[in-house]
């Protein structure tokens, strides 16, 4: 119990020493784990509701849909309806396909529903809006009236004729729109209005598409073995054309209205940990003096190197915990908020589950490891008087050969090459970080080099479309943050040989113009890996809709624009360093 007191105190004091880093620290790592949690969640965000609108309107198992309105069709459907495992049944009731809905200055495609004033026992559309179905009058569904702007007391004209709205209601006996539609053969992405029987038989014209609908419930809930038990009977006469729509098949169409931002999310929630790495990296070098100072002092009053990697690691630990925590919590809050992407579905709470919380924990714990691990194993190693005088004890060497390579070079870019190959670990942290930006800005140039999506896939787009500039916004965020780290944990840690450069001739200009260079190699590797990564994220994501890809002087002028972005960022530190007097520096080392 007195060692983890004193490890608690240790850790307290510490923490209240770096405040700052330790709250960039929680924002990164949050940002990454919020992320990831929120596309994990989506998916049961959509089920959640897409089960609580079914409770509510006591939705069909099974839908059973004609192509036309032929006596032997009805009389099909009659057959069905009778058979041993129907429980429940609403129609046949009448459909007329393809009609034009007119309002607020828009047409959109329409399927007229005729229904009775009276709610129905199974598939009983509920009313968010207005009341249910009188003569004159129509009901629409909340989806459409959503993409339409349409209230309760609106006029639409629908095949010719002019109905006011009574009523705004929400269904499971089709998809959300403009999901699975009540087309017998492919969806045909046309929004769902109700009316009387009574109305819905003047607007037959000869370019709409009769039918009838059926809706029932079984006492099976093996829908498919009811659909493949029917089938054959409806396939026994050629002039019948009957299809069944199962509720699996309704459910999956809802759920793939997110299906692309849920991917989006979670790759981009791995992506952001990979890109915050090498900032976290580096701020955790910049505590290096400050952390092997104060080891020596703890090693001399008895502590062990145990003790002491205990430490460094366990406040890493708590942080990652607090960020993963602060990062489910928004998560939460985010998924209420845009959880909820269809007006077509009632809107149910959905806890983050074990499911979720067990990765973004796993997440956080791994970026604290690989943020915390080499630094705590080096300052625990580090020998108590090398320690208290506060340097590593080891000196960085460059591979061999290069002093040769670039003796011949211009300063600046001489001073470039040997900062970036003495810390070859923070490299390729770098380059990483900046691959993963260059993925997503490839993804996001994709997604701009694609013809214009279909009406169909509108709401679907453009919810993955905000999930895609999220991510991209905050990678490039964090990658402004990274090169700034990274340019000034390098100007701290080669602080002694760039005062020697300065005294051996090297001008603060030639100073700052090395530092600024010596992310760049990583920086364009980075760019270089990152672009076609980008391509095949976005392929893997979207499938067959990848029917084009982005120029290639799109993807050239993006990653330079990275590498200027990192030099430019990378600057702004490296010329407040390279102003330091060097007669206090070559003095401290000297001491």
């Not at 290639?552 to 330091?580: E, F, H, K, M, S």
Request: charged share 15%; net charge positive; aromatic share 4%.
């Amino acid at each position: 119990m007195g060692r983890l007191l004193l490890v608690g105190r240790l850790i307290r004091t510490d923490l209240r020493h770096w405040p700052l880093l330790a709250v960039l620290f929680v924002v990164v790592v949050g940002v990454a784990t919020g992320t990831l949690a929120v596309g994990m969640t989506l998916g049961d965000t959509t089920r959640a509701d897409y089960a609580a609108t079914r409770a509510a309107t006591n939705g069909p198992d099974l839908m059973v849909l004609t192509a036309d309105q032929l006596p032997a069709e009805r009389t099909a459907l009659r057959s069905v309806a009778r058979r041993p495992e129907v429980t429940g049944q609403v129609g046949p009731y009448r459909l007329l396909r393809g009609a034009t809905l007119a309002a607020h200055g828009h047409r959109m495609t329409a399927t007229v529903e005729g229904r009775g004033t009276a709610p129905s026992a199974v598939d009983r559309p509920l009313v968010t809006a207005g009341r249910w179905l009188r003569p004159g009058g129509a009901v629409v569904e909340r989806g459409f009236a959503t993409a339409l702007h349409l209230r309760v007391g609106d006029r639409i004209t629908l095949a010719g004729r002019t109905f006011p709205v009574v009523g705004i209601a929400v269904t499971t006996a089709t998809g959300v729109y403009p999901g699975a539609g009540l087309d017998v053969g492919p969806n045909d992405y046309a929004g769902l209005v109700w009316l009387t029987d009574a109305d819905l038989r003047p607007l037959s014209r000869p370019e709409l598409r009769p039918g009838y609908a059926m809706g029932l419930t079984l006492a099976d809930p093996d829908v498919k073995a009811f659909q493949n038990a029917i089938r054959p009977s409806l396939r026994a006469n050629p002039d019948v054309r009957i299809n069944t729509r199962g509720r699996i098949t309704t459910e999956d169409a809802s759920n793939r209205l997110l299906a692309d931002s849920e991917s989006v999310l979670q790759i981009g929630g791995w992506l952001l940990a990979v890109a915050g790495l090498a900032g976290l990296v580096g701020l955790a070098t910049l505590r290096t003096d400050q952390q092997l100072r104060r080891a020596g002092r703890l090693k001399a009053t008895g502590a062990t190197p145990g003790l002491i990697g205990t430490v460094l690691l366990a406040q890493y630990l708590l942080l990652a915990l607090a960020a993963a925590a602060a990062g489910l919590l928004a998560a939460r809050l985010a998924v209420s908020t845009i959880g909820h992407p269809s007006e077509s579905l009632l809107r149910a709470p959905v806890p983050i589950g074990p499911g979720t919380a067990v990765p973004v924990c796993a997440l956080a714990l791994l970026v604290a490891l690989l943020t915390s691990a080499g630094p705590a194993i080096r300052v625990a190693r580090t020998p108590t008087v090398t320690a208290m005088a506060g340097t590593a004890g080891r000196e960085l060497t460059h591979p061999a050969g290069l002093t040769g390579v670039v003796g011949a070079l211009p300063v600046p870019l001489m001073l470039g090459l040997r900062l970036a190959a003495r810390r070859l670990r923070r490299a390729v942290l770098t380059a990483a970080g900046i691959a993963a930006v260059a993925a997503v800005i490839a993804g996001m140039l994709c997604w701009h080099a694609q013809p214009a999506a279909s009406a169909a896939l509108t709401t679907r787009t453009e919810h993955t479309y905000q999930a895609l500039l999220a991510i991209t916004g905050a990678l490039v965020a964090l990658a402004a943050l990274d090169a700034v780290v990274v340019v000034w944990s390098t100007a701290l840690d080669a602080r002694r040989t760039l005062a020697v450069a300065r005294a051996f001739g090297a001008t603060p200009g030639q100073v700052t113009a090395g530092l600024v260079l010596a992310p760049l190699p990583a920086a364009a590797v980075g760019a270089a890996v990152g672009m076609p990564i980008g391509l095949g994220l976005y392929w893997l994501v979207s499938g067959a809709r990848m029917v084009a890809t982005p120029p290639t002087w799109w993807l050239l002028a993006a990653g330079a624009a990275i590498v200027a972005g990192v030099a430019a960022l990378g600057a702004i530190p490296a010329r407040l360093d390279a102003r330091r007097p060097v007669a206090p520096i070559l003095d401290a080392e000297t001491r």
